[in-house]
């Protein structure tokens, strides 16, 4: 069974950062790319980034561009999300998502994780 | 950046009564390489979203022959042909043709 285990969120103040990790098991995990998908307390959904299998391209939202960086361990079965300069814009419940194909584009996300949560706030 | 647009914004549904929720993305999502990167989720209460339908109209795993896709381009349709009170939850379109963009999300519920 494919499971995906976010953790790293909490509580922290505007311009401070914070580094989001996602745990995957149950398929191979260098076989696929993996997204971070937001949805603020009550909203919507929104695509934050992707990254292909081999960490050889990488996307960003306009709105986390230059902030927000995505790696991935392949090794660890891990993906990770860096955020720097946080806003309170940026308060939301983050997912990790694996992706259907090894590349970052066209693609969908199935499945998602339960989600951290990150509040920015003073 | 493509925007896609749903309607209704909310659905009440007697169950076993059929549902349709339109989405409308503001460019074509029809990819040169033939496919239309469009896709339907579902979010259940509590829970992460969930994939019923890609590029259009196929099933995903698992997914109850209830659920139809339909569409081409800009306009697309997810159908549910006898609602059942396990489909309540927020459904939501997603483009993949230029990032990633979703509609605002339709939420249906049981009357």
């Known amino acids: 069974e494919v499971q995906l285990v976010e953790s790293g969120g909490g509580l922290v103040q505007p311009g401070r950062s914070l580094r989001l990790s996602c745990a995957a098991s149950?398929?191979?995990?260098?076989?696929?790319?993996m997204h971070w998908v937001r949805q603020a307390p009550g909203k919507g959904l929104e695509w934050v980034s992707g990254i292909s299998w081999n960490s050889g391209s990488i996307g960003y939202a306009d709105s986390v561009k230059g902030r927000f960086t995505i790696s991935r361990d392949n090794a660890k079965n891990s993906l990770y999300l860096q955020m720097n300069s946080l806003r309170a814009e940026d308060t939301a419940l983050y997912y990790c998502?694996?992706?259907?194909?090894?590349?970052?584009?066209?693609?969908?996300?199935?499945?998602w994780g339960q989600g951290t949560l990150v509040t920015v706030s003073s | 950046d493509i925007v896609m647009t749903q309607t209704p914004l909310s659905l009440s549904v007697t169950p076993g009564q059929p549902a349709s929720i339109s989405c409308k993305s503001s460019q074509s999502l029809l990819h040169s390489d033939g496919k239309t990167y469009l896709y339907w989720y579902l979010q259940k209460p509590g829970q992460p979203p969930q994939l019923l339908i890609y590029?259009?109209?196929n099933r995903f795993s698992g997914v109850p022959d209830r659920f139809s896709g339909s569409g081409s381009g800009t306009d697309f349709t997810l159908k549910i042909s006898r609602v059942e009170a396990e489909d309540v939850g927020v459904y939501y379109c997603m483009q993949s043709i230029q990032l990633y963009t979703f509609g605002q999300g339709t939420k249906l519920e049981i009357k």
């Open positions: 998502a694996k992706g259907g194909v090894a590349i970052p584009s066209l693609n969908w996300f199935d499945p």
């Open positions: 590029e259009v109209s």
């Open positions: 149950g398929f191979t995990f260098d076989d696929y790319a």
